[in-house]
């Protein structure tokens, strides 16, 4: 972790509210930005929190606060912007395509104003389905199509890449990802990934209709592979364990990819696996989240650090949506021991700033963890 806790500040600040790119945009695009930027130049609630001393205090509280309201609505009309532009050309095309977003965005725990919005663009012409669930059993597709999902989405993938360069073309389109396309600058506020998408109907999905239970399978460009995810199941289980304990998970997922972006240590765990992550601690102690935001940070130290010392445990912890288990790769637990050292840092010396009086007695872990979440700050 960064020893000086004014850069840290000043990161925190600047990924919030503004980025320097902004220079760049287009006349259009600055001038659509000034209406959103007027709470950018004001101070936020989290920086005036605690004494002038505790700053790595402020800093914990404010990684762990949501995006503005302004803010969170560019991203979403900048990725419902993209998807109208895409729907019709690809309609020119032939495709009937509908479009949801995904990530972080949706959830409310992405942690830039300057985002990556994830938007699926999703064909109607095509799906497929489990045939073992009740609709499939009645008879309820139609004879399965000859055509083959890869052969569908790498279709769908080059037609998207060439309608962005056509619907944007003073934006950059990069078309090296291997399951999305990221168009960003020019006129838009935000980048936007879009992933190349069908519908694929689970057993679930035939006997619930409910889309948390329906799944999309997507497409990797570079190795030709398709595979099956569910987005929105992951968005539901997340967010009502967040609603349910009255937002404590979604501060602790915030708090952890805010860390993980200022620290010099190279974590690669995704949103996605920070999430399932944090999915899985006490949600008893995040609860008091409501009543105090450094409960938060106590649990989150708690947890990481505990699942790092039990590799068994955390072996047996699945994503929320249940399609995988969290740690499947050897890094993965490499890169949990980095982030948890980092909430380990940040609670010491959150702790050090308020009880300078006991740093001789060397308190013991939990005992800082009880101090710190007693706070009132």
Sequence with gaps: MASDIESR?????????????????????????????????????WEKRGTSTQRWTRYAIGAMQAVGNKYTEVSVQTGERVAGQLHDRLAKAGIDAEFKLQGSVPLDVHIKRISDVDVLAITRNFHTYNNTGVQALRGGYRNPSQRTSSGVLSSLRQQVESDLDNAFPAAKVDKSGAKAVKVSGGSLQRSVDVVPAHWYDTKEYQASSHQADRAVTIYNKKTGETIDNLPFLHIERVGSRCDSINGGLRKAIRLCKNVKADSDRDIQLSSYDIAAIMFHADMSALRLGQYSDLAVLTETQRHLDALYQNPIEAGRLWVPDGSRVIFDTPEKRDWLLRLSIEMDELLNNVYLESFPGLVSSGSSRSVQRDLVKALKV
Excluded: G, I, V
């Design 9 to 45: 500040l000043s990161q925190l600040r600047a990924r919030r509210q503004k980025d320097p790119s902004l220079s760049a945009l287009s006349e259009a695009a600055s001038a659509y930005n000034r209406y959103f930027a007027t709470d950018a130049a004001e101070f936020e609630d």
